[in-house]
């Protein structure tokens, strides 16, 4: 068991990264009882693995383990989420240019109505929009986190987003 000195150096590098570990295990698993559990076992395997870190960006090492810790609590807990397909119709009329009447849907839409929406995104979506809009990582640090290509955290960016305005537009469209 690490000694008070490593306990001392684990509690500087890793508690000020807390709030982000949670908020990422909160948007995971949709639940907040559920986010404290993964939070509490992810910051009990950092500690266990805290002399084996070899230094660098620890809140993207930190929330590496939360993702992990929170993918493996799903997987023995709730059933899998279905498998996303790529929609071409959807992602060539991001490319279309111009003025985009989703943003100001976006932009007008309500605090509940947002987290509603972003609750419905499938995992992959979620977690990269999560890591990104609320966190501020960067597309490396994502890609760090998740273990897929900045090129994948791209694509993962802007198919949430799409389908997050989608889901926005119909919210107000229902609510008008």
Same mark, same amino acid.
């Given at each position: 068991m690490p000694g008070a000195a490593t306990r001392?150096?684990?509690?500087?590098?890793? /508690?000020?990264?807390?709030?982000?570990?949670?908020? /990422? #295990?909160?948007?995971l698993t949709r639940n907040e009882q559920d986010a404290k559990d993964v939070t509490q076992e992810a910051f009990l395997r950092a500690f266990r693995f805290f002399d084996g870190y070899q230094g660098g960006n620890m809140r993207a090492w930190l929330l590496t383990i939360v993702r992990n810790t929170c993918y493996t609590w /799903?997987?023995?807990?709730?059933?899998p989420e279905s498998a996303v397909e790529f929609d071409e119709e959807i992602?060539?009329?991001?490319? +279309? @240019? $111009?003025?985009?009447?989703?943003?100001? %849907?976006l932009a007008s839409a309500d605090k509940v109505t947002v987290h509603r929406a972003l609750e419905e995104l499938p995992g &992959?979506?979620?977690? %990269?929009?999560? /890591?990104?809009?609320?966190? $501020?990582? +960067?597309?490396?640090? &994502? #890609?760090?986190? #998740? +273990?897929? +290509? &900045? @090129?994948? %955290?791209?694509?993962?960016?802007?198919r949430a987003r799409t389908r997050l305005r989608q889901s926005l537009a119909a919210a107000l469209g229902r609510e008008s």
């Open positions: 001392e150096r684990f509690e500087q590098a890793v /508690l000020p990264h807390l709030d982000a570990a949670y908020n /990422l #295990a909160r948007w /799903l997987h023995q807990n709730r059933p992602h060539s009329n991001e490319l +279309s @240019g $111009g003025a985009d009447p989703e943003l100001q %849907v &992959i979506f979620r977690e %990269v929009l999560v /890591l990104r809009e609320m966190e $501020g990582m +960067s597309y490396k640090e &994502i #890609a760090d986190v #998740a +273990s897929v +290509s &900045i @090129g994948t %955290v791209m694509s993962r960016l802007a």
